[in-house]
Structure formats: structure tokens, C-alpha cells
């Protein structure tokens, strides 16, 4: 039995404070939206008005990243008891766009996952595979090895309650997506190594999501799936319309599978 729809919004390097206001209060005209639990990760400088607007609308906040530290000489980075502090309870860890271009690995996916844990927040850990490791047929190799590196010395405990997030790296930001087989497929093998990690009853209620150019068009095909429980959105987030379809698409499929 699927769980009660997840879909999170990474606003990624987009929405001013006044953007970001305009977004909540388009969000507050829709109906039909109560029955996901919704996410909505803003960049950090609109993380304040974001928590003023989301209060009461059961919306929850979280970050785009943070450090493995605390608190120190790390310029330009912030920490778990900063995003905390922010009114945040979710942080997105190990974005493909964060391995590429700043340089995130494995290690240091694992170190965050650690300090988010440590902060009280929820972490949303991604994985993912480029073109040339699909066309050559490496996706589940890849993505077991992002697993079990980003997881060393994890406890099952902690472990059990992280929020997985599947994105092809192929599919993001390309209008490309991955088929609903193909995300199962992969979705499936998540479900499976976590498994043998925590055991087949713990598994069943990690949270996996699919992100990769999710639009409302194919949000309905794919958490049709038994293990797709939910989205990470990203272009489509931007606007409050779009994504309202997204989580509405998410409501109908969950009713049809349950």
C-alpha cells in the first residue's frame, strides 16, 4: 500500500522574497492539495518570507543543502542549526547539480546526512545516473554505489528515516524523463538495497522519490508505480499553478492505487 503522497519543490537558484511571496499567496488560491505532504525548498535569502507565508497552509520548508559542521569559517555555506532556525525541517543532500559542479561526493554526502540528522532535519538524499553510465548499462551499479557509499557507518535507525529522491541526471532540466519502467525499475533496486540495509519490513515505509523534468502531463503515469511514493520538483515548482497539478496528479494516483 503506497504511503500518502510526498512532493517537494527545489526552487533551486530562482525566487526573489518577492517572487517567493507572490508564489505562497497563488499556492493559498488552490484547492485539492491537502492530501500530499508538500515541501517547498526556496534559496536561503527567501527562506524567511517563505516561512512567514507557508505558516498555516501545511506546507513545510526545507533547504537546498548544508555543511557537514555546525558553525565556522566556511564562507558561503550554511549549517543544519542555521536551516533549522530558518523554520526548516526537510534539506535536500547530494543534488546531482551539487556533485557537478561543486564537487559533492559520496563522503561528503554521508558527512551531511550525519549533520542534518544531528540538527533534527529530515534529509532528502539524491542519486542518479549521467547518459554515458545508462547507455552503458551501469545505472544500477551506480546507483547501488552511491548508496552504499553516502550510507557507510549510517545507523538503520538513521537510515529508515531518510527521504530517497531518484533523479536521472539525464532527465533534469532537458525535458527528458525517464519512463514509468525505468523509474521503477531503478526505484525497485533502491527499495531492495535498503532491504538488506535495514531489512524487506523497514524498507516499505522509506520514502523514494522520482525527480527528473516532473511535469502534471506524466506525474500520474509514474506514482502509479509501486515504488515511485512521490516527487523532487524542480522548473515546475516555479510556478504555484504548475506544481499545485503536480501534487493534484499525485492525490488521484495515490486514490487509484489504494
Not at 500530499?36 to 535569502?45: E, H, K, N, R
Not at 513545510?60 to 566556511?74: I, K, V
Not at 533523479?167 to 532491504?195: D, F, K, M, S, Y
Request: proline share 3%.
Amino acid at each position: 500500500m503506497k504511503k500518502r503522497p510526498f512532493v517537494a519543490a527545489n526552487w533551486k537558484m530562482n525566487m526573489t522574497a518577492d517572487e517567493t511571496r507572490a508564489w505562497f499567496e497563488a499556492w493559498a488560491s488552490l484547492a485539492g492539495t491537502e492530501k500530499a505532504d508538500v515541501v517547498v525548498c526556496p534559496p536561503y535569502t527567501a527562506l524567511a518570507e517563505a516561512a512567514r507565508r507557508a505558516a498555516g497552509t501545511g506546507v513545510h520548508l526545507g533547504g537546498q543543502s548544508l555543511h557537514w559542521e555546525d558553525a565556522g569559517a566556511y564562507t558561503g555555506e550554511i549549517s543544519g542549526p542555521m536551516l533549522a532556525d530558518a523554520g526548516c525541517r526537510y534539506v535536500i543532500i547530494g543534488h546531482s547539480e551539487r556533485r557537478r559542479y561543486f564537487g559533492e561526493t559520496d563522503e561528503t554526502v554521508r558527512k551531511r546526512i550525519a549533520a542534518a540528522v544531528r540538527s533534527g532535519l529530515r534529509p532528502i538524499v539524491c542519486i542518479g545516473e549521467t547518459l554515458a553510465e545508462r547507455d552503458e548499462g551501469r545505472t544500477l551499479d551506480v546507483i547501488r554505489l552511491q548508496l552504499d557509499g553516502g550510507l557507510a557507518g549510517l545507523t538503520e535507525e538513521t537510515i529508515g528515516r531518510l527521504i530517497f529522491a531518484y533523479e536521472p541526471v539525464w532527465a533534469i532540466g532537458t525535458g527528458r524523463t525517464a519512463t514509468p519502467e525505468q523509474a521503477q525499475e531503478v526505484h525497485r533496486a533502491v527499495r531492495g538495497r535498503l532491504a538488506e540495509k535495514i531489512g524487506k519490513a523497514a524498507s516499505g515505509y522509506v520514502i523514494i522519490l522520482y525527480g527528473g523534468s516532473v511535469k502534471p502531463a506524466n506525474a500520474r503515469e509514474l506514482l502509479r508505480k509501486p515504488d515511485i511514493d512521490g516527487f523532487l520538483v524542480g522548473g515546475a515548482s516555479l510556478e504555484a499553478a504548475s506544481f499545485g497539478e503536480i501534487v493534484k496528479e499525485s492525490i488521484r494516483a495515490y486514490k487509484e492505487v489504494n
